[in-house]
Nanobody, 125 residues
Framework: EVQLVESGGGLVQAGGSLRLSCAAS????????IGWFRQAPGAPGKEREG???????????FYSDSVKGRFTISSDNAKNTVYLQMNSLKSEDTAVYYC???????????????WGRGTQVTVSS
């Protein structure tokens, strides 16, 4: 069974930093693309926004325009863990951040994804 457990969220002032972790288990880590999506408060019906993803085997990465240059995704394959280092945080980064994993990603669409439960990030201005 695929399990993804996020941690590292919290409350931070604008301009500050946080590092999110996604600990994965139940699947062959190297076979998957792991990513981060987020859902802003007051928008439960809106689609989650893709933030970043990384190919666990090759290390290729993607960033949305809204976080490029501020966020860095990385993976530690020995620990089956993906990290999202978030710097220069803005109030608009406030959201629940979800870890997602899939073997196939088309464009930015994860096919048959598995999701974590999410971790709250709140940026105060």
């Amino acid at each position: 069974e695929v399990q993804l457990v996020e941690s590292g969220g919290g409350l931070v002032q604008a301009g500050g930093s946080l590092r999110l972790s996604c600990a994965a288990s139940g699947f062959i880590f190297d076979d998957y693309v792991i990513g981060w999506f987020r859902q802003a408060p007051g928008a439960p019906g809106k689609e989650r926004e893709g933030v970043s993803c990384i190919s666990s085997s090759g290390g290729s990465t993607f960033y949305s325009d809204s976080v490029k240059g501020r966020f860095t995704i990385s993976s530690d394959n020995a620990k089956n863990t993906v990290y999202l280092q978030m710097n220069s945080l803005k109030s608009e980064d406030t959201a629940v951040y979800y870890c997602v994993a899939a073997t196939t990603v088309v464009g930015q669409r994860f096919l048959s994804p598995s999701w974590g439960r999410g971790t709250q990030v709140t940026v105060s201005s």
